[in-house]
């Protein structure tokens, strides 16, 4: 895990130099080709246990287009033993008012030392967006395990932060599509 972790981090810091490289005054189009990266440092399933074996973790990094985000996420569900997972995950930015933003993820991953190795992922999000590189939420969902003769599901709940483009305040899900609702035409016809 500490080897995934430092290729991750290298590669956090690859992508954080990539994003400030492709921002330029384009708006919209610049937004969909950076980066971005997820981190969950503390979260937590509903299971019964100790809470060390509860604990669940991971870090994400991928591209957004638009108000999508187009990830690969890597982490662990238990600090106290070697149940460690790779994800693609995509979110989508649903609804946003102010700083505040909703977002739906869906993910589909293997577990590594498992009997349950395919995971499923759908889960909810509630950022705030306090610069405009970082935001601070919280995220509520679940994971669906499947194995050869069992399944398994676990629910969870944490913190998160995220650093790369943010949506803008009026929403990237209809930005494009309504940026001339309402707009008087002024001139001969």
Known sequence: MKTTFLIFTILF?????NSFSQINSSGFDSISKSFYSRIVPIGTSLDAGKFSSRI???FEVGKTFGPIDIGIAVGRFA???STNFAELRTTLD???IGVFSCEFALG???VFNSSNPLMFEMS?????????KIGIGAI???YDFIGENQQNHKNFFGLFVRYGPLRNEFGGLIGRATRNVGR???GKR
Request: with cysteine; proline share 0%.
């Open 13 to 17: 810091f690859f992508c954080t130099y």
């Open 56 to 58: 669940n973790q991971n």
């Open 79 to 81: 600090s106290s033993d």
């Open 94 to 96: 649903a609804t946003q």
């Open 108 to 110: 589909v991953g293997k």
């Open 124 to 132: 909810t999000t509630l950022l705030a967006q306090f610069t405009k």
């Open 140 to 142: 509520v969902g679940s």
């Open 184 to 186: 008087r035409r002024i």
